[in-house]
């Protein structure tokens, strides 16, 4: 499975970025697929996560300016970024996550740089 992240960039506050994760396979084939980030010495911390129903999940410090979606045909996750801040400066990896029998399987992207800075 590869997953390929792309859409970062450098922006001004209050602007907006989408981004992309595109899936080598079919999404459905995972439980779930998510966005992460990491910023300069800091935890990697979950942003945002949708599951194949549909439903999502978001971090407190993002609902109400960010979106996740999936497009199944395009076996594609996208996180759209409205309102940004300074703070939301970091690497953004997209992941996805298949439970197994005995375990549950990730996969990552190899991230996207987004800075947001005037």
């Known amino acids: 499975v590869q997953l390929q992240a792309s859409g970062g960039g450098l922006v001004q506050p209050g602007g907006s970025l989408r981004l992309s994760c595109a899936a080598s396979?079919?999404?459905?084939?995972?439980?779930?697929m998510g966005w992460h980030r990491q910023a300069p010495g800091k935890q990697r911390e979950l942003v945002a996560f949708i599951f194949n129903s549909s439903s999502t999940n978001y971090a407190d410090s993002v609902k109400g300016r960010f979106t996740i979606s999936r497009d199944n045909a395009k076996n594609s996750v996208y996180l759209q970024m409205d309102s940004l801040k300074p703070e939301d400066t970091a690497v953004y990896y997209c992941?996805?996550?298949?439970?197994?029998?005995?375990?549950?399987?990730?996969?990552w992207g190899q991230g996207t740089q987004v800075t947001v800075s005037s």
């Open positions: 396979g079919s999404i459905l084939s995972f439980n779930g």
């Open positions: 992941n996805a996550v298949r439970k197994g029998i005995l375990r549950v399987y990730e996969y």
